[in-house]
Nanobody, 127 residues
């Protein structure tokens, strides 16, 4: 089992940047494909991006492609979400998630496939 703790959220003006971190407990972090999701008030949770176990594959939602970048450091048990050119519509609670996968290059965009979730971190983008 793994516990995930997000950090790095906050208030930023439109056009600004934030970097979210998600720290995982345990010694088997490299066994997990990781994903980032977000949920805005009154909306369903939506996929933001995902990264494979070895970080050789990434995949992004169209709404963030070219602005957000996912990375991971398996030695530090941490996955990151670098968010640039932020827009007010990016305002949401951001969650990281983990799923055990045997495929080294596998990336997963469906939230129902993820096994573990963090508590979320609030990102607010002002106009």
């Amino acid at each position: 089992q793994v516990q995930l703790v997000e950090s790095g959220g906050g208030l930023v003006q439109a056009g600004g940047s934030l970097r979210l971190s998600c720290a995982a407990s345990g010694r088997t972090f490299s066994r997990y494909a990781m994903g980032w999701f977000r949920q805005a008030p009154g909306k369903e949770r939506e996929f933001v991006g995902a990264i494979s176990r070895r970080a050789d594959n990434t995949y992004y939602a169209d709404s963030v492609k070219g602005r957000f970048t996912i990375s991971r450091d398996n030695a530090k048990n941490t996955v990151y979400l670098q968010m640039n050119s932020l827009k007010p519509e990016d305002t949401a609670v951001y969650y990281c998630a983990a799923v055990t996968t045997y495929g080294l290059g596998r990336i997963i965009s469906l939230d129902s496939e993820y096994e573990y979730w963090g508590q979320g971190t609030q990102v607010t983008v002002s106009s």
